[in-house]
């Protein structure tokens, strides 16, 4: 009777410490490339270049500061990356312009959306 108990114990606790999670955690996507296409925010849009490589980043935009696009890193997980601006800005403009902070991302094929949270988005091809 001990051995069956045992047995049951043993299973529930093999069952209990097995996560679905585990299975299902995303592997990053490789988005290294150099990016073109356009930026969009509220209606208005300005085209756009991003280059990505090995979690660095820099960029430029047809329209100053809209968005505003310098140089810095970025993290990625999951399906979000997150950019960390290093320039340098005056104050005369709107910083949430800046490539910076949590965005989220897809992948499909050569094309590359970034949005974020507020409605701001890149579209962008290789």
Not at 22 to 49: K, L, T
Not at 53 to 62: A, D, H
Not at 63 to 81: D, E, R, V, W
């Amino acid at each position: 009777m001990k051995s069956k108990i045992l047995i049951i114990v043993t299973f529930l606790f093999i069952l209990i410490s097995c996560s679905k999670n585990d299975a299902e955690v995303e592997i990053p996507q490789n988005i290294n490339g150099n990016y073109v296409g356009f930026f969009e925010r509220n209606g208005v849009s300005s085209n756009v270049q991003l280059n990505l490589t090995n979690g660095t980043f820099n960029g430029q935009s047809t329209t100053l500061k809209f968005p505003a696009l310098c140089n810095g890193t970025y993290i990625i997980t999951s399906n979000t990356i997150t950019f960390e601006d290093k320039c340098m800005w005056t104050a005369e403009f709107d910083w949430t312009l800046i490539l910076n902070g949590e965005w989220n991302y897809i992948m499909n094929g050569n094309n590359l959306t970034l949005t974020k949270a507020n409605g701001d988005k890149y579209v962008l091809s290789q």
